[in-house]
Each structure stands twice: as structure tokens, then as C-alpha cells.
């Protein structure tokens, strides 16, 4: 194993030069899908990498339940430079599942919670499950269908007297959009992503924005008016509260830099591809986060087998 086993552990560094770069020079569809994959990739990797030391540092222990075998002094003498940090890694690993879990629970509970506190959906001439809430409180969300149901987009009456009817149909056109991409298991990806590793934290908040603007972008295109969308999410902002309780996907209007939205809605419309135009410091920031994403991925394939390999010479048949 030797210390390449800590790569993974590390590498995740560059995701916030890779969050920079993707959120402000990709097209924001092409920047989640990008960040998320990656992101996705870096926890696994720095996971498999904590429970490879763990194995280690549980076979040091006296009583453990592994085969005798795995603590003799040769599996010991083979991988020595994780001795010690195997046995912090075990209260790591426990502390980085334990977060998974409770995050996890939170956000069922928090869709089964609002599924429940919302009244049937109401005939309003929208179409795309819209729910009229009667609140003083000015506040729009999607909450996603359970079992591949649709969702609904969650209005409050507030928030709807606010706008005129183009704004209106921007927010509703933003909200579905939302449910479209699916956008909430971006988030959730990218959220237990940060908790597997707090290097890649800098992804989280990316993909919280460019989801905001993969729908803002996805609006505009539905509404035919970039101008539109860019009043009503400035609109919404300035007089816009949080829904009561936790929302699954961010509310409108109230998640990331508003103001940079509403720039970016002003300006033409980003090119749709994945890879923008050619530079040298995007080319460097590619670069660096498919080499760091490769040598993670290597490293950890390196130390499963070297460690396997360990193991099973030293397991009795």
C-alpha cells in the first residue's frame, strides 16, 4: 500500500479551483453533471480509502473479529506506514457514515413532512402540480414526487401577488425545471460527497448554484425572455422569506449569489457545450482535475489490491 493509500485524501483538493472555473466558464447543465460525477468519484475513492486503513488499524486491535491471520507481523511488516493511522481511521470512518445516515434520514423526513403539510394540488391554470399555499410570506419551492411520482411547485399567495404574469410564468418555468433535471439528487450527491471528505465542500456550493442556474437558464429558454426571468428572480429576492421548515431543493430566488443570476440572465445565453473555448488556465484546470480524479481512482484501486492480496496470504484456508 505505502503512502499512496493517503492520495485519495488529499486529491480533493482541487475541486475548488475545478468548482471556480466550471460554475463561471461551463454551461451550468454541463457544470452540474461535471462536478457531480467528479465529486461523486473523489468521496468513493477517499471512502475506500478510510475503510482499507480501518482494516488495518481493526486488525492491530486485541479481540477484533477479523481471521488471527490478519494481525501477525508480517501483514504488519507490509504496511507499515498505516499502523497508526489505521486506528484513526476507524472513528473517522464511523463519524463520516454516521453523517451520511442522519443526512439521509433528514431529508426523507423532511419530503415525507412537506408531502404531508401541503393541501391537494389546486386547479390554477398552471400546469406542472403548482400548489397555491394562503400565507402572508412570500416564498416558491419544488418538492420533489416520491416513487417517481412528479413533484409539485409550492407557491405562496404572498409570493404570487408579488410578481405580474410574465414573472409568474418564469418562476413556475424555473420550479419545473427543477423537478425535470431532477435536480435535488445533484444536491444530495454533492452534500454526501462533502461529507465523505470537507475538501470537497467547494462542489457543494457550485452545484447549489448552478443548479439555480441550469433552471434559471431552462426558464428563460421556456419563457422566451432572459429580461423575464432576471425581474423575477430579483424580484422574488427582495421580498422573499424562507418557506416554513426545511425545503428539500433551495427556495426561488434565495439560493446563491442572486445578484451574479441576474447578471448572468442579462448577458446571451451560455454555449451548451460541454468544454468551453480554449485557454490556457481552463485547459490547466481540466488538466488537473482529470489527472487528481485518475490518481485517486488508481490509487485506491492500488491499495484494495495490495491490501487484498495482503490479507488473503495471510488468511487460513
Known amino acids: 500500500m505505502g503512502v499512496f493509500v493517503y492520495l485519495p485524501l488529499v486529491l480533493p483538493l482541487t475541486a475548488l479551483p475545478m468548482a471556480r472555473l466550471a460554475e463561471q466558464h461551463l454551461h451550468p447543465r454541463s457544470a452540474t453533471r461535471l ?3 467528479v465529486g461523486s468519484t473523489l468521496a468513493l475513492c477517499s471512502t475506500l480509502c478510510l475503510a482499507l486503513l480501518m482494516v488495518v488499524g481493526t486488525a492491530q486491535l486485541p479481540g477484533n473479529p477479523l481471521p488471527d491471520g490478519w ?6 511488516a507490509a504496511v507499515p ?7 484513526i481511521a476507524i472513528g473517522v470512518l464511523a463519524a463520516v457514515v454516521t453523517a451520511w445516515c442522519s443526512m439521509l434520514l433528514r431529508h426523507a423526513r423532511t419530503r415525507i413532512r412537506a408531502a404531508r403539510a401541503l393541501p391537494p394540488s389546486a386547479g390554477d391554470g398552471f400546469a406542472g402540480g403548482l400548489t397555491l399555499v394562503p400565507s402572508p410570506h412570500p416564498y416558491a419551492y419544488a418538492l420533489p414526487g416520491r416513487r417517481g411520482r412528479d413533484g409539485r411547485i ?15 410564468r418564469a418562476l413556475v418555468a424555473h420550479e419545473r425545471a427543477h423537478l425535470a433535471g431532477r435536480h435535488h439528487r445533484y444536491l444530495l450527491v454533492t452534500q454526501l460527497a462533502a461529507r465523505a471528505n470537507p475538501f470537497l465542500l467547494p462542489l457543494r456550493t457550485a452545484v447549489a448554484y448552478s443548479t439555480e442556474r441550469w433552471a434559471d437558464e431552462e426558464a428563460a429558454y421556456e419563457v422566451g425572455s432572459r429580461r423575464a426571468v432576471a425581474t423575477a428572480v430579483a424580484t422574488a429576492a427582495l421580498v422573499s422569506h424562507r418557506p416554513p421548515g426545511p425545503a428539500v431543493l433551495p427556495a426561488f430566488a434565495t439560493a446563491g449569489p442572486v445578484p451574479r443570476r441576474v447578471a448572468a440572465l442579462l448577458d446571451p445565453a451560455p454555449p451548451a457545450g460541454l468544454w468551453p473555448p480554449a485557454s490556457t488556465h481552463l485547459a490547466l484546470a481540466a488538466v488537473t482535475a482529470t489527472v487528481g480524479t485518475a490518481a485517486s481512482a488508481l490509487s485506491s484501486l492500488n491499495a484494495t489490491v495490495t491490501l487484498v492480496g495482503i490479507l488473503h496470504a495471510a488468511t487460513p484456508l
Open 35 to 37: 462536478l457531480a460525477a
Open 81 to 87: 506506514y498505516e499502523e497508526k493511522a489505521g486506528l
Open 71 to 76: 494481525s501477525d507481523p508480517e501483514v504488519r
Open 154 to 168: 409550492v407557491v405562496s399567495t404572498a409570493m404570487m401577488d408579488c410578481l405580474d404574469a410574465g414573472e409568474r
